[in-house]
T-cell receptor, first 110, second 112 residues
Framework: RKEVEQDPGPFNVPEGATVAFNCTYSNSASQSFFWYRQDCRKEPKLLMSVYSSGNEDGRFTAQLNRASQYISLLIRDSKLSDSATYLCVVNEDSNYQLIWGAGTKLIIKP | EAQVTQNPRYLITVTGKKLTVTCSQNMNHEYMSWYRQDPGLGLRQIYYSMNVEVTDKGDVPEGYKVSRKEKRNFPLILESPSPNQTSLYFC???????????FGPGTRLTVL
């Protein structure tokens, strides 16, 4: 069975710190990778796509490691508003089925 | 405003009483899908549709039906709901499975 695994956390991190978490995937044929953010009881929203060359957007950096089959998300200078659950999702272009991780909960403390 | 709408947002029903959750998008997206989200399990795809009249099973299709007669609508049908279908349901749409998914606000379903 295709799987995407994440550490559920919670990660309790002081404001201003840097935090990173990974997501591993089992299917080596996976082609597209994304990080979504979900606030409590709300719908997920795209945070960033993950490209082979990596992707950076402000304080957020996403990396893909195909050899070890994981993607990572790094948040620098964390803010209280970064508190959320971060979901990774993997897609095989061949069948368009999306496989979602269960999410990593991040809590930023003042 | 570009959006995905779901109705109802909250529903409490009883075992065996057929129900439909509607989903509509106004972004001319070809790809639509339904998910359920349960604590500790994350989002699990129920069904997805790559275009009108094309639907495919996701990870957890048992007990659910869908139809895609029009591009904008993708209703989720529970013919005979059971308590294990109590969950938070999300509809999503995108240009394709490889693109950003836009989610509806969610439908919280309780089956007694």
């Amino acid at each position: 069975r295709k799987e995407v695994e994440q550490d559920p956390g919670p990660f309790n991190v002081p404001e201003g710190a840097t935090v990173a978490f990974n997501c591993t995937y089992s299917n080596s044929a996976s082609q597209s990778f994304f990080w979504y953010r979900q606030d409590c009881r709300k719908e997920p929203k795209l945070l960033m796509s993950v490209y082979s060359s990596g992707n950076e957007d402000g304080r957020f950096t996403a990396q893909l490691n195909r050899a070890s089959q994981y993607i990572s998300l790094l948040i620098r200078d964390s803010k209280l508003s970064d508190s959320a659950t971060y979901l990774c999702v993997v897609n095989e272009d061949s069948n368009y089925q999306l496989i979602w991780g269960a999410g990593t909960k991040l809590i930023i403390k003042p | 405003e570009a959006q995905v709408t779901q109705n109802p947002r909250y529903l409490i029903t009883v075992t065996g009483k057929k129900l439909t959750v509607t989903c509509s998008q106004n972004m001319n997206h070809e790809y639509m899908s339904w998910y359920r989200q349960d604590p500790g399990l994350g989002l699990r795809q129920i069904y997805y549709s790559m275009n009108v009249e094309v639907t495919d099973k996701g990870d957890v299709p048992e007990g659910y039906k869908v139809s895609r007669k029009e591009k904008r609508n993708f209703p989720l049908i529970l013919e005979s709901p059971s308590p294990n279908q109590t969950s938070l349901y999300f509809c999503a749409s995108s240009f394709s499975g490889a693109n950003e998914q836009f989610f509806g606000p969610g439908t919280r379903l309780t089956v007694l």
